[in-house]
């Protein structure tokens, strides 16, 4: 079983930027596919981005250009680089990992406000 644990939500005024970590409890070399999604209030959980073990990235047409998924594998984290933040961006951030099984992560809150 993998466990996801997130950090880096927070605060943050328009236009500004937050790093999301994602450490997983085993190596990311045993974990075929990892994506960051988020969920907004009233709205349904939606795809951020994703990254596979073999280095595969895409990203939600909302969020290109402004963010960047990466993997550190020594680490076993995985990162969302979020830059020129936007209200709309307002969301809780869960990370799935994915073997044969699916797990996510808590979540953590984001908060885009002057």
């Known amino acids: 079983q993998v466990q996801l644990v997130e950090s880096g939500g927070g605060l943050v005024q328009p236009g500004g930027s937050l790093r999301l970590s994602c450490a997983a409890s085993e190596s990311t070399f045993n974990i075929n596919a990892m994506a960051w999604y988020r969920q907004a209030p009233g709205k349904e959980r939606e795809l951020v981005a994703t990254?596979?073990?073999?280095?595969?990235?895409n990203y939600a047409d909302s969020v290109k250009g402004r963010f960047t998924i990466s993997r550190d594998n020594a680490k076993n984290t995985v990162y969302l680089q979020m830059n020129s933040l936007k209200s709309e961006d307002t969301a809780v951030y869960y990370c799935?990992?994915?073997?044969?099984?699916?797990?996510w992560g808590q979540g953590t809150q984001v908060t885009v406000s002057s």
């Open positions: 990254i596979t073990s073999g280095g595969t990235i």
């Open positions: 799935k990992a994915t073997t044969t099984l699916h797990y």
